[in-house]
């Protein structure tokens, strides 16, 4: 007849199936930014692309 185990041998047996289920659970879901990167810098490169561009007398040429 098979004998149950000890407290000890339990408390590895429980170790074990906690440790697997912690190693083969999914990554958790980070938190995600509320502007993607490629986003931001898009309108990194569009605010600064509305300055003046001044000639070489000080005088405004065009906006861009």
Do not use: N
């Amino acid at each position: 007849m098979a004998r149950s185990p000890s407290e000890d041998e339990a408390a590895a047996i429980a170790a074990a199936i906690e440790r697997f289920v912690a190693e083969t659970a999914p990554a958790p879901a980070g938190q995600a930014e509320a502007v993607s990167p490629w986003q931001r810098a898009a309108l990194i490169e569009g605010i600064s692309a509305k300055g003046t561009v001044e000639d070489s007398e000080g005088g405004a040429r065009w906006l861009s």
